[in-house]
């Protein structure tokens, strides 16, 4: 989860709301970079990021573009913003830029081979909108890559595990209230077709694992969210004491030799035709 969509943002943009986005990123990135690399994304190629966040799928596209390329990252939140340009002229992406606005009205005089986001369209009211805009500023062949998460799988992988579902439910309710749609990865097909594109090719990816860097994951979403599963009404009394709650995780995962899944991410793209 990483566009920022203003004040009613689901995760906020806090500074502890972007160290955990650097954490999740690590996490995902193996998964996106295979993802956008069997889209299509690759040398020399001028790729938009709608929804930048900070910074991490910019910077994985300048790396996959590299230096003969270009990068330009769509971003409305301006901590974020001011936090994804420090992070990536510290890593030495000379060939990415990032520019203040909403994604629902991109006005640039650019035209990009590749237009992509990560856990963006799901907290869009209007993701149909949105990529037809964007599709505007491609050129010929142009490549639109996508990856959404599906909370189903995530929900349901493991009922055994008590305290690790109750806290996963919490996470989904707390989406759903704040109107972002969690099955977002499965809706692509449609959101594509319906915006105009050919029908995409469609991956999954569900990283499975047991270690603290894992399974923090979850611990880390519910202390982000916990101001809004109060403002919700949700309960957390399924939880626990929330200062020991990542601690008990990891018991009851160990406890059982299970193994958790993270958020599963569903990958879509398309190509516009060549003429």
């Known amino acids: 989860m990483s566009e920022r969509l203003g004040s009613d943002y689901l ?3 806090s500074d502890a709301e972007h160290e955990r986005l650097i954490r999740q990123a690590t996490l995902f990135e193996p998964f996106t970079e295979r993802f956008f690399r069997k889209a299509g994304i690759g040398s020399g190629q001028r790729v ?5 966040g900070v910074g991490d799928v910019a910077m994985l596209m300048g790396k996959l573009v590299g230096p003969s390329g270009e990068v330009v990252g769509i971003e409305r939140d301006e901590r974020s913003l001011a936090v994804a340009a420090t992070r ?3 890593a030495g992406h000379h060939n990415i830029s990032f520019i203040q606005s909403d994604i629902n009205g991109i006005s640039l005089n650019k035209s990009f081979d590749a237009v992509v986001g990560r856990f963006i369209l799901q907290f869009v009211p209007d993701p149909v909108g949105v990529l037809r805009s964007a599709v505007r500023l491609l050129n010929p062949g142009g490549i639109v890559a996508f990856q959404e998460p ?3 799988g995530f929900l349901y992988v493991c009922p055994q595990l008590p305290l690790w579902s109750a806290a996963v439910t919490l996470i989904c309710e707390s989406g759903r209230r704040a109107g972002v749609n969690v099955e977002m990865g499965f ?3 449609k959101v594509f077709q319906e915006a105009g594109l050919p029908a995409p090719k469609m991956y999954m ?3 499975l694992g047991t270690d603290p860097d894992f399974t923090d994951w979850v611990y880390d979403l519910i202390r982000t969210l916990l101001p809004r599963i109060r403002e919700f009404d949700l309960s957390i009394e399924p939880l626990g004491d929330l200062d020991t709650l990542r601690e008990r995780l990891h018991q009851e995962i160990a ?3 299970a193994v958790v899944p993270v958020l599963p991410l569903v990958g879509a793209w398309s190509r516009l035709s060549a003429s």
């Open 187 to 189: 809706a692509l097909n």
């Open 48 to 52: 938009l990021d709608l929804g930048s």
């Open 205 to 207: 990816d569900t990283p």
């Open 255 to 257: 406890s059982t030799n």
């Open 88 to 90: 990536a002229k510290q």
């Open 150 to 152: 599906s909370f189903a």
């Open 11 to 13: 995760l906020g943009s």
